[in-house]
C-alpha cells in the first residue's frame, strides 16, 4: 500500500481555499531549502519527511530516529545515513561536498579522528593529526579549528545516540537468521591512504 502524499494535498487544499475564499497566505520566513545536500535524498524521501515536519537538514539533524523510523516506513540505516549526514552539514554546511570525496559522509567519521588524536598509540595520533590536516585544507579553516571542530562533534550527544543506533543495527546485521551483511565500513583507513603524516 503506498503512502498518500500527505503534505501535496495539504498544499493543493490550501491553494483551492486561498483562491475560492480570496484569503492570502503570509509567506512564513524559512532557511532555504538544505535537503539537497544530502545524498540519498530522493523526492519521495523528502515528501515522507516533510509530512513529519522535516523541511530542512537542521530539523533532520534534529529528528529522533527511532521515531522517524516508526513514522516514514524509512529503513533505519537510510534513516542513520540522512541523520549522520544531517548532523555532519550542521557542522559544515556546503563544505560537506569538498569531503564526501575523500570518505567523510557523515559526521561520525569526525568523531574517529578525534579518537585518534586522543589515542596513546603515537601511530594513531599521527593518523588523526593527517586527517586533521587535510580537513584543514579542504574546509579552509585553520588546524586548530578543524581540531576544535571534531573535538565537538565527538561530545555532541546527538552523534553519540547514531553511534549507539548504528552498533545496535550492526549487532542486528549480524543476526544468523538475518544473514551475515557486512557494517557500515570505517572511512579511516580509506582517508589516510596517501595522506602524508604532519612534521
Known amino acids: 500500500m503506498a503512502a498518500l502524499p500527505v503534505e501535496s494535498l495539504r498544499k493543493l487544499l490550501r491553494q483551492i481555499a486561498s483562491e475560492r475564499f480570496g484569503i492570502k497566505e ?115 579553516q585553520p588546524l586548530d579549528g578543524v581540531i576544535s571542530l571534531v573535538e565537538n562533534v565527538n561530545l555532541d550527544p546527538r552523534i553519540g545516540l547514531l553511534l549507539d543506533l548504528w552498533r545496535d543495527t550492526y549487532r542486528e546485521w549480524r543476526d544468523p537468521a538475518r544473514g551475515h551483511r557486512q557494517p557500515r565500513p570505517s572511512t579511516v583507513p580509506l582517508v589516510t591512504q596517501g595522506v602524508e603524516s604532519p612534521a
Do not use: C
Open 26 to 140: 503570509t509567506a512564513k520566513p524559512t532557511e532555504a531549502p538544505t535537503l539537497h545536500f544530502i545524498q540519498g535524498m530522493t523526492p519521495e524521501t523528502i515528501e515522507r519527511l516533510e509530512e513529519e515536519g522535516i523541511r530542512s537538514a537542521q530539523d533532520l539533524a534534529s529528528a529522533n530516529p527511532i521515531k522517524l523510523f516508526l513514522r516514514t516506513n524509512i529503513e533505519m540505516t537510510n534513516i542513520l545515513e540522512l541523520v549522520d549526514q544531517a548532523l555532519l552539514f550542521l557542522y559544515v554546511g556546503e563544505h560537506i561536498q569538498e569531503l564526501r570525496p575523500i570518505g567523510f559522509r557523515g559526521a561520525i567519521e569526525l568523531t574517529d579522528i578525534d579518537d585518534l588524536l586522543s589515542s596513546n598509540n603515537s601511530d594513531d595520533v599521527s593518523q588523526g593529526k593527517a586527517l586533521a590536516n587535510l580537513l584543514s585544507q579542504k574546509l579552509q
